[in-house]
């Protein structure tokens, strides 16, 4: 995947149009996940007869794998950065852009992912703070989707039940008109804290090298790192936990190193005078943000080692090694 990255940013520099093509081919995925969607979310069957899961959370034509939010979180700021960098002085291409991004964030909130969700408000706000040139249309995008999820929530109680009231219930706050007699305060959910304890266990038991990678689910179930009948899965659901537990200190180190190298750029983002902000300092910003959220630690994630996942992760980065060459080009 780190060739992979680097085969990007090769890649943008031999072919002046590859941006755009990449806008092009994300924008037809937008509006086609948009439009079946909603459908299925109007109807409970997208297209293709998918039905809405029993949970009713919507997935196109993800099915039953539900990543539909994730997917478009991850890719969302990648997006707003193409948009604006190749459209910033056509506005009804960035009207129509505008409509999108509000239907997107919009569609992640029906389709139940809470850690995608705050993935997307996590981007947007990152970005209203950083950015120079876009700063109002971001804002507004952003405002105008909240709006409309008011709505959704309005006509459709059951998704803010998910994300809101469920959330609380899990991590052991009790809310009125929620049976919880578990009086237990809870990292996510009790699930989430027993897997955690379970990694726990696992990168003490060999705190530099962990137990090596892809080894929680074949480790979880042994009497010395159980926890409970419910603290066992695939992976321990956060990334720096499942790196810890399974390749220890060594493997823990390099990604906290690039989430503090990020870190350190995001200040530089914000204090930068805006008259030295171009175009493409607004892109990498947009890049950066979609980097930020993956290594984000505070929030429940898919594996570490998940193929799709990984290809989401270096994308970004790849993207964001053109922006470092190209900087006078976009002056």
């Known amino acids: 995947f780190g060739l992979f ?69 991850r890719l969302f700021p990648i997006f707003f950065g193409l948009s604006i960098l190749l459209f910033n002085k056509k506005k009804k291409y960035l009207i129509l852009v505008s409509v999108i991004f509000v239907l997107v964030e919009t569609l992640i909130f029906v389709s139940g992912e809470r850690a995608a969700l705050f993935y997307t408000n996590l981007s947007a706000i990152y970005i209203i703070l950083c950015i120079k040139n876009f700063k109002k249309l971001r804002l507004i995008t952003f405002l105008a989707s909240i709006g409309l999820i008011f709505i959704v929530s309005y006509f459709s109680p059951s998704y803010k039940e998910r994300v809101v009231d469920l959330t609380m219930s899990q991590m052991g706050i009790n809310k009125m008109g929620l049976a919880n007699t578990d009086t237990n305060r809870y990292l996510f959910s009790k699930q989430h804290t027993h897997h955690f304890l379970s990694a726990k266990k696992m990168f003490e038991s060999d705190i530099l090298f962990g137990i090596g990678i892809k080894n929680f689910k074949n480790f979880c179930s042994k009497d010395e790192y159980k926890i409970s009948n419910i603290s066992c899965s695939t992976h321990p659901h956060n ?66 080692f998940n193929n799709w996942l990984n290809i989401i992760y270096f994308l970004p980065l790849g993207i964001f090694l053109w922006t470092i060459k190209n900087n006078k080009k976009y002056s």
């Open 5 to 73: 990255a680097i085969c990007i940013w090769f890649l943008l520099d031999q072919d002046e149009t590859l941006l755009k093509k990449i806008f092009i081919s994300m924008c037809i995925c937008f509006i086609i996940l948009i439009i079946d969607g909603f459908i299925q979310f109007f109807f409970h069957s997208n297209i293709l007869g998918f039905k809405i899961s029993e949970t009713g959370r919507i997935s196109s034509f993800f099915n039953t794998e539900l990543v539909l939010g994730s997917y478009l979180s």
């Open 239 to 304: 990334t720096y936990v499942q790196l810890l537990a399974e390749t220890g200190i060594f493997g823990f180190l390099y990604i906290v190193g690039v989430l503090i190298y990020f870190s350190m750029l995001s200040l530089k983002f914000i204090f930068t005078p805006s008259k030295k902000a171009n175009l493409l300092f607004d892109f990498r910003v947009c890049i950066v943000s979609a980097i930020i959220i993956s290594l984000w630690p505070l929030i429940p994630t898919g594996s570490f």
